[in-house]
């Protein structure tokens, strides 16, 4: 086990969350030095599901990462219809 | 969590109308996200109490197991963990703060 450890990378973290949350799509990026993240999380799993509830699938789907090496996270977690209404 | 943390916890939440758990003070916040969050609330004017969880490590533990979320700041509104910074920003830019917390500040107005 090394001590210190390299930070997660966005890549990792996204692959986490897309694992673990049905039909997700998820964008990770970094916004302050390295471990200050921001992640979008675009899934039908999200639906009839308050903002609460769905940040934490998240937060569940990244267990360890979010005590110990993730500082900050900023989530969007969105329904595609949401998403879809969003861009347009 | 002890018992006597989940206590003191429930207590806080129930006794209050709008409990805020962050770093540091409104007046000193100790991090942007907490920061953030009270600054929304005094925005709104809506009164709420605030906990410093840089006090106390035992809340600052116990309240992320209290609301299964594993970050601060924390805010409830009659006792229901409402959501963290990313979630109240939202809300309040989209109006659904405003007509959660509107009944609270008419109440603390005619108290």
């Known amino acids: 086990m090394n001590e210190t450890s390299l930070p997660p990378d966005c890549d990792t973290l996204a692959e986490i969350v897309r694992r673990a949350i049905s039909g997700s799509e998820v964008e990770v990026g970094l916004f302050s030095g390295h471990d200050h993240f921001e992640m979008r999380v675009v899934s039908t799993a999200f639906a009839g599901k308050n903002r609460v509830t769905r940040h934490q699938m998240v937060y569940q789907a990244l267990g360890d990462y979010m005590r110990t090496e993730i500082h900050a996270l900023a989530l969007k977690t969105l329904t595609p219809e949401e998403a879809g209404v969003n861009d347009e | ?111």
């Not at chain 2, 409830?76 to 910074?85: M, Q």
């Open chain 2, 1 to 111: 969590m002890s018992d006597s943390i989940k206590q003191q916890i429930e207590q806080l939440v129930k006794v209050h109308d709008v409990v805020l758990f962050m770093k540091g003070t409104p007046e000193f916040p100790q991090c942007g996200f907490s920061q953030r969050v009270a600054g929304i609330l005094n925005s709104m004017q809506v009164p709420f109490t605030a906990v410093n969880v840089l006090l106390d490590n035992a809340v600052r533990e116990g309240i992320k197991e209290y609301a299964n979320w594993p970050t601060i700041p924390q805010l409830y509104v009659k006792g229901e963990f409402t959501g963290g910074c990313d979630i109240i920003s939202e809300m309040h830019e989209d109006g659904e703060l405003e007509t959660l917390l509107a009944p609270i500040r008419m109440q603390s107005e005619d108290a």
